[in-house]
């Protein structure tokens, strides 16, 4: 995944914050769903994306991709822990979990989202729930739940 190009779009999104406050965006493979540490808030989203594995090179498209995020905002900096969940190939056997690989426009999809979630979480701000959705891609099969790093730990957001 492309961390710079999360970083460099996190950092549009977050100019309209207070000024005073600073934020970052930090990558946490071992933050889980529902268990955000003490004065953390939590932001799910699902959105599209491609994998590709390691071992035969096969590419596959899906559009149940979890994205978690963790975020706290202390005196004046604000840190968000994301982490995306991993699917591997069904093709293959042992196959290693495949990060996914997001499209810029839902990258910045996500994180417009997520800004908004941090306005109304850590700010207090009254912006509804809307959330602007994500570009969906063209999937010839179903999500396979025993391929799905959320699902097999229990945690992948159904719907």
Known sequence: MAQPEWMSIFQIKTNDLPE????????????????????????????????????????WPSNRVMVLFNMRLTEREGVVKVRTFRQNCKKCNAAPMEKPTITPDNIDILLENLVKKIRIKCYH???????????????????????CEACIAGYCTRG
């Open 20 to 59: 005073e406050h600073s934020w970052r965006l930090q990558f946490d493979e071992n933050i889980v769903p529902d268990s955000p540490n003490s004065g953390w808030k939590q932001y799910i989203r699902n959105t599209s994306a491609w994998f590709k594995c390691t071992s035969c090179g096969r590419g």
């Open 125 to 147: 701000e009254d912006l509804g729930e809307a959330q602007r959705p994500y570009q969906t891609l063209e999937v010839n099969n179903p999500h396979e739940p025993a391929h």
